[in-house]
Structures are given as structure tokens and as C-alpha cells.
């Protein structure tokens, strides 16, 4: 969520923002009217409340001459009535103010390029050099369900579309990546947590998934919510809390599956695991100082960059553009590893700074010698689990089997699948 003050004092600064983001900046006239109503009864309450104070004390100071407060005590009831009914408007603006604001993304950084979509997203950077290409392999949905080790049709039977069985090798496999990532995270500073995979409301409302994108996720009868990413409990734990500068950064990681509707996906990416309803991830999330939160985005993007060198897969790291961000960032980096069936690169990571925006929505402050403060709170993908098999299983196969990484080894415990 926004600072309010940032509407009220720079109505076209976030104008702009909005638009790059091809969001509809006529959401702020609302939100103004709003704003200016809600202060408006704000000032009618206090004024009523201040007078209701100094009649408190004339009440007092009569009663103790033993003077007649028939009088005052009317007058206090009526005040009474008059405060009851401008603070129950006054919370219902409020409440409706804040309902729009729950809805207006955060501000890109200064440094994100201007775009409308991911054409105009910045490459900075790559890894390593594509060895292999469509003709070269064959795609891992092919070849696994040649084995008989990634089956789309019992996925179907069980979830519906969208919905995959692995076994054998492929499981294993999957298991094996989820062990490497969090042995290296762990290795790297990170704190692993296991988290529920269910949520409340409030804490999807706290990360920015509700209230703007339901329908892209999955809820329970009881209210309760499946996880679309580790990042949701992970960055949550501290909500309503307040961190003691000494203690920052806090960088935490977790594995969880991920649960994601992709409602308006229907048509893109349809063969393989490329994208499910269903999958796996490891996340990265940190608690920053403010002034330290883009060093610490940088060293986010490293230790995500370090899982793709280990498993020997090319890469290319991405500045996204205002049009591409996600609704909670500030500025966004993808890493997206090649993906040699189709030729391309595919997202793989995405690791973002998202400022105060989470912090300001879940009450996550930092305690510091100049008064409280809003952290910063960072996300990142670490990586998808998924996506690293489809990338494993293909950029490394040689005739007649697949080569299991170096690093990757131990937790496979092979260096070689048959796949004859």
C-alpha cells in the first residue's frame, strides 16, 4: 500500500506512474474525493471530541461546587449523539479509501525503464552459451512420457488440466533440486522455514495478492486460501511486528508447492510443465533497511544466479519495465534460463523490491534512533523447481541418458539417467 500522503501531496507524480504501468490513473479521482471526504468528518469528529473534553471539565468543576449539570449533562448527550454518527461515517470512509488504495500498485523506482510490456524489458546480462536446441533433444514432455515417468493423462484423471503424476527418476529428481536449492540458500545466510501452505484473508491482503487478483487464486470453503508462493507466509511472519534495526536484514528462505488459477493462461504454454496449477518452489524473501534494500535486491539476484551456474544452465538475467512489473514491486529482475525444446529463454526466477509497499499493508516497521520506520521487504524465486527439472532433463542430454549436474549430484545420488 502507498503512503497516503504521497496522493495528497503528489497527486501527479503517481498520476504517472499509473500510467506507465498502463494501470488507469482515473482510480485517483475517486480515491481524492475519498480522502478529502474522510478528512473533512475527521476534523468534524475532533472538533466534537475536543469540545466533549472541555465539557467533561466543566462538568467536573460544577459537580465539585455542587452546581447544577442537569444542563451540561444534556449537552453532553447530545455531542455524544452527534460523535457517534460522524464516526461511524468517518470509518466508512475510511474504510472505502482504504479498499481503493488496496488496489493501486506500487510506484516503479526511478531506475525502471519506461514500457508498456515485456518487449521493452531490459536485458543486463547473460550466462554460459546454449549448447543445445529443438533438433538437438527431445522435449522433456516427450521423453518423459515415453518412460512413463511424468504422466499428463493420470494428472488430468486426478486434478484436471493442468495437473501432472511423476515418478521414478522424474520425482526423484524434483526432490533432489528442492535439496540442492535449500542446501545452498541455508549455505548462504538464509533461514529456512516450513509454513502452512493455507492462509487468511489478511495475509494475502498483506503481500499484495488480494484484494486485485482472486480469481487467480484457489480458497477454501472455511476462508481460508492455498499459498500461489512461499513469499505470501514467508514475509507475513512478522506481520504486525515491529524489528529491531540491529536485526536487519533477515533473510529467509522456504520450499512449498504453489497453487495459482492462471486464470487467462488458457492457450499459452500448454505442453509439458511449464506452466501448472500445481508446483514447486523454492522462495527467498528478505526484511531490509530502507537505504539498503537495492544492495540487498542485487544480492538476491546473485544467490538466485548461483543455483542456474551450479546446475551448469544459460541463462539471462532482465531489468523488467514499468508495464511488466508485478503489482507489489518497484523494481523487478527476471532470470530466465534456456529452454532448449522451444528454442528460447523461459522465466525462471523473479526477484523484486517491493520498498514499503508489503510492509506499509501487513504493519512491518523496524524500530530506529530517528522513530519507527516502514522495512523494506524483497522477493525472489530460488528457483522454480519445475522449470530447473525441464532445464536439467534437457540442456543436459547426451545420447542415450541425461548427465546429472556436479552439484546436483549428492542429492540425486547418481550422475547419469538412462533414458534409453
Excluded at 529443438?134 to 518412460?147: F, N
Aim: charged share 30%; aromatic share 6%; with cysteine.
Amino acid at each position: 500500500m502507498l503512503d497516503k500522503e504521497i496522493v495528497r501531496s503528489n497527486p501527479g507524480l503517481l498520476e504517472q506512474a499509473l500510467k506507465n504501468r498502463n494501470a488507469d490513473p482515473a482510480i485517483l479521482a475517486g480515491l481524492e474525493k475519498l480522502d478529502a471526504k474522510w478528512r473533512e468528518l475527521k476534523a468534524e469528529g475532533d472538533s466534537l471530541r475536543a469540545e466533549r473534553n472541555r465539557l467533561g471539565l466543566e462538568i467536573a468543576a460544577a459537580a465539585k461546587e455542587k452546581r447544577d449539570i442537569s444542563g451540561l449533562k444534556k449537552k453532553g448527550e447530545e455531542i455524544a449523539k452527534k460523535l457517534e454518527k460522524v464516526g461511524e461515517k468517518e470509518q466508512k470512509f475510511e474504510e472505502e479509501r482504504r479498499q481503493v488504495m488496496m488496489r493501486i500498485p506500487n510506484i516503479p523506482h526511478s531506475s525502471v525503464p519506461v514500457g508498456k510490456d515485456s518487449h521493452s524489458n531490459l536485458e543486463i546480462r547473460r550466462w554460459g552459451t546454449p549448447k543445445k536446441k529443438s533438433t538437438d533433444v527431445e522435449a522433456h514432455h516427450d521423453l518423459g512420457t515415453r518412460l512413463g515417468v511424468i504422466d499428463f493423462e493420470r494428472g488430468a484423471k486426478l486434478g484436471g488440466h493442468r495437473f501432472t503424476v511423476m515418478s521414478g527418476w522424474a520425482a526423484r529428481l524434483e526432490r533432489a533440486l528442492i535439496s540442492f536449492m535449500l542446501a545452498l540458500h541455508t549455505s548462504r545466510g538464509y533461514k529456512e522455514f516450513y509454513v502452512p501452505y493455507m492462509v487468511k484473508t489478511e495475509i494475502l491482503e498483506g503481500t499484495g495478492q488480494l484484494p486485485k487478483f482472486a480469481e487467480e487464486l484457489y480458497q477454501a470453503t472455511d476462508g481460508l486460501w492455498l499459498i500461489p508462493t512461499a513469499e505470501v507466509p514467508l514475509t507475513n511472519l512478522h506481520r504486525e511486528e515491529v524489528l529491531e534495526e540491529s536485526e536487519l536484514p533477515l533473510k529467509y528462505c522456504a520450499f512449498t508447492p504453489c497453487f495459482r488459477r492462471e486464470a487467462g493462461a488458457y492457450g499459452k504454454d500448454i505442453k509439458g510443465l511449464i506452466r501448472q496449477h500445481q508446483f514447486d518452489k523454492v522462495e527467498l524473501v528478505k526484511f531490509s533497511l530502507p537505504e539498503d534494500s537495492y544492495k540487498e535486491l542485487e544480492g538476491m539476484v546473485q544467490d538466485a544466479e548461483t543455483v542456474l551456474r551450479q546446475l551448469e544452465l544459460p541463462y539471462r538475467v532482465v531489468e523488467l519495465c514499468t508495464g511488466d512489473l508485478g503489482f507489489s514491486s518497484a523494481k523487478t529482475y527476471d532470470l530466465e534460463v534456456w529452454i532448449p525444446s522451444q528454442d528460447t529463454y523461459r522465466e525462471i526466477s523473479s526477484c523484486s523490491n517491493c520498498e514499503a509497499f508489503q510492509a506499509r499493508r501487513a504493519n512491518i516497521r523496524v524500530r530506529r534512533q530517528k522513530g519507527m520506520e516502514f522495512v523494506h521487504t524483497l522477493n525472489g524465486s530460488g528457483v522454480a523447481v519445475g522449470r530447473a527439472l525441464i532445464s536439467v532433463v534437457e540442456n543436459h542430454q547426451e545420447s542415450g541418458g541425461i548427465r546429472i549436474p556436479r552439484a546436483l549430484q549428492p542429492h540425486m545420488g547418481t550422475d547419469w539417467i538412462d533414458t534409453k
